[in-house]
């Protein structure tokens, strides 16, 4: 089983400042990589997936990079709308799995 | 409109088991894979299984194995999971989510069901 690991844990950033989150798989899983954000009592949006490329309607403030085993969540300004936690998930085989996410706050 | 309507939350005795829906509109149901996610109270999401809508194939996590049946009806556009021997570590809520053939993102999720485990 591939484990994911995200860190921090928590991120606290300042409106308009960038938020930077990362997602670390423990084998390789090329570019299968997608990130969700989710608000409380809500499901999962997707963001982005194929480790880069923004879902339909996502806003161009979030980012994706990485490939391998390093992947990167950015988020260029922080927007209030923003503070959620985010969580990424890999299939780059079985089965899938989540990482246990980054809660995003407003400093 | 596209989306997953999921059946309503339930209250089941240890050792019952759970049979969640997940009805799909707005799109051609057989074209994309159903998976099945659960999240327990506070923590983190977990993949449970999927199904292929156009072929019956299904594939489970490990942990699920013997216990979980996920099935389609393509006449309604509903997919199925059940599961059995249910303890109060499967109180959680149950999502299901919609996933390209070529790829394994879920661009679509329901609302999730509450499944409750209590005597």
């Known amino acids: 089983e591939i484990v994911m690991t995200q860190s921090p844990a928590t991120l606290s950033v300042s409106p308009g400042e960038r938020a930077t989150l990362s997602c670390r798989a423990s084998?390789?899983?090329?570019?299968?990589l997608a990130w969700y954000q989710q608000k409380p009592g809500q499901a999962p949006r997707l963001l982005i997936y194929?480790?880069?490329t923004r879902a339909t309607g996502i806003p161009a403030r979030f980012s994706g990079s990485g490939s391998g085993t390093e992947f990167t969540l950015t988020i260029s300004s922080l927007q209030s709308e923003d503070v959620a936690v985010y969580c990424c998930?890999?299939?780059?085989?079985?089965?899938?799995?989540f990482g246990q996410g980054t809660k995003v706050e407003i400093k | 409109q596209v989306q997953l309507v999921q059946s309503g939350a339930e209250v089941k005795m240890p050792g019952a088991s759970v049979k969640v829906s997940c009805k799909a509109s707005?799109?051609?149901?057989?074209?994309?894979?159903i998976h099945w996610v659960r999240q327990a109270p506070g923590q983190g999401l977990e993949w449970m299984g999927r199904?292929?809508?156009?072929?019956?194939?299904?594939n489970f996590a490990q942990q699920f194995q013997g216990r979980i049946t996920v099935t389609r009806d393509t006449s309604i556009s509903t997919a199925y999971m059940e599961l059995s021997g249910l303890t109060s570590g499967d109180t959680a809520v149950y999502f299901c989510?919609?996933?390209?053939?070529?790829?394994?993102?879920?661009?679509?999720w329901g609302r999730g069901s509450l499944v409750t485990v209590s005597s």
């Open positions: 707005g799109y051609t149901f057989t074209n994309y894979y």
């Open positions: 998930q890999h299939y780059g085989g079985w089965p899938r799995t």
């Open positions: 989510a919609r996933a390209v053939i070529h790829g394994g993102h879920f661009d679509l």
């Open positions: 194929f480790a880069s």
């Open positions: 084998q390789s899983i090329s570019n299968n």
């Open positions: 199904i292929n809508p156009d072929t019956d194939v299904t």
